[in-house]
């Protein structure tokens, strides 16, 4: 207990899935936390459980592919707590089925490059913007293990692997100053996003292929998987480790 005490993070799709569990794990840790979804009453459930909880949560409705939505969210974040230590990006959407290069919609990539790599580096800019004037801050992506291998619809690997780039830009491009920018990329996680997910609607040639390079007797990952391995890049223990993606998989893709 006490990893971040009197540290303040943002954490973006909080309202949910990863986000919402990481949002409780960093509370419980004493981190100030500020959360942020499109959908206001999950955030508030969410903020909520955390109050209910001892842990202090401000929740503040955004929309991260929005321009301008991103330097608000850290404006109120620094308002409320008078500065910003960590940011993680957990806001993600996947498109529906498993659409490969040669079938893939232009509506889907539109509306997942616009949340999945705009909206992260709208944020990374937000953010970067205010850590710059303490020379400290821990940021860690949300990525995904398909924009590492390829595994997923080709709109959601782009989308995901752009992260992980910007991820090592960030790292470069602060080394030394006392910001750090890693990236999580995990398996499968077990999220209400991917539970709803419609088999019927998966594209029958892209799961073969991916189950060619993947183990599918490992198991997936759970949101607290994930949240904990977010808690050590985001503490002060992993101080050495910029501009890394870390694998998160259970060895499923090796």
């Known amino acids: 207990m006490g990893r971040l005490e009197g540290k303040v993070a943002i ?3 909080g309202n949910s899935g990863v986000g919402a569990t990481t949002a409780k794990l960093f509370a419980k840790e004493g981190a100030k936390v500020v959360i942020t979804a499109r959908r206001v009453a999950p955030l508030e459930e969410i903020a909520a459980a955390i109050r209910e909880d001892g842990g202090e949560v401000l929740p503040v409705a955004s929309d991260i592919s929005k321009k301008g ?3 608000m969210l850290v404006a109120k974040t620094v308002e409320a707590y008078g500065k910003l230590d960590i940011l993680i990006n957990c806001a993600g959407v996947l498109e529906e089925g498993l659409k490969p290069i040669d079938r893939f919609t232009d509506e889907d990539l539109d509306r997942i490059v616009e949340i999945n790599q705009k909206g992260t580096m709208y944020c990374l800019r937000a953010a970067t ?10 940021i860690v992506n949300v990525a995904s293990i398909a924009g590492v291998m390829g595994c997923g619809g080709a709109a959601y690997v782009s989308s995901k692997a752009a992260v992980i780039g910007i991820t090592r ?3 470069l491009r602060f080394a030394g100053t006392g910001i750090r920018c890693n990236a999580v990329c995990p398996g499968t996680i077990v999220t209400p996003m991917v539970v709803g997910t419609n088999p019927a609607s998966l594209d029958p040639d892209m799961m073969g292929q991916m189950a060619k390079h993947s183990d599918l007797k490992v198991p997936p990952c759970m949101p607290e998987d994930v949240a904990n391995i977010l808690l050590f890049l985001a503490s002060d223990e992993s101080r050495a480790i ?3 993606a870390l694998c998160t998989d259970f060895g499923g893709t090796l």
């Open 242 to 244: 910029t501009g890394q």
């Open 11 to 13: 954490i973006t799709g």
């Open 169 to 171: 830009h960030t790292g």
């Open 69 to 71: 939505d991103a330097d």
């Open 129 to 138: 913007g205010e850590m710059k004037k303490n020379n400290y801050g821990s």
